[in-house]
Nanobody
Framework: QVQLVESGGGLVQAGGSLRLSCAAS???????MGWFRQAPGKEREFVAS????????YYADSVKGRFTISRDNAKNTVDLQMESLRPDDTAVYYC?????????????????WGQGTQVTVSS
C-alpha cells in the first residue's frame, strides 16, 4: 500500500509559479509517479509522469515547456514545478503512484492517489 500526500497548492496570479510536492510512504518507493488535475466541471486529466528511475518523463501538451516533474527517491518525494501559470491551469492537482516502474500517461495505470491540492490562478 502507498500513501500519498500533496502540498504546495494555493492562489497565484497569471504568469506566476508554484511548486507542488507529493510525499509517499508505505512501501519502497519504486513506482512510476504522476500528476493529474481536475478542473471544475471537467474530467480528471493527465499532467505529467516520471519513471521510477527518474530518467523518463512525459507531459501533457498543455503544460509542456511550463511544468517540470522531478523526484527524489531518497526522500520519497515527487515534485511538480509549474511556471508561467495561466487561469486554465486552475484545478485540483492529484499525485498518483503506479504499480509499474515505468511512467504511465493513462489514469487507469495508477492505483494509488492522494487527496489533491487546490491550485487557483487568477487573471
Amino acid at each position: 500500500q502507498v500513501q500519498l500526500v500533496e502540498s504546495g497548492g494555493g492562489l497565484v496570479q497569471a504568469g506566476g509559479s508554484l511548486r507542488l510536492s507529493c510525499a509517499a510512504s508505505g512501501r519502497t518507493f519504486t513506482n512510476g509517479m504522476g500528476w493529474f488535475r481536475q478542473a471544475p466541471g471537467k474530467e480528471r486529466e493527465f499532467v505529467a509522469s516520471i519513471s521510477a528511475s527518474g530518467r523518463n518523463t512525459y507531459y501533457a501538451d498543455s503544460v509542456k515547456g511550463r511544468f517540470t516533474i522531478s523526484r527524489d527517491n531518497a526522500k520519497n518525494t515527487v515534485d511538480l514545478q509549474m511556471e508561467s501559470l495561466r487561469p486554465d491551469d486552475t484545478a485540483v492537482y492529484y499525485c498518483a503512484a503506479s504499480s509499474s516502474v515505468l511512467a504511465p500517461v493513462t489514469e487507469s495505470r495508477f492505483g494509488f492517489w492522494g487527496q489533491g491540492t487546490q491550485v487557483t490562478v487568477s487573471s
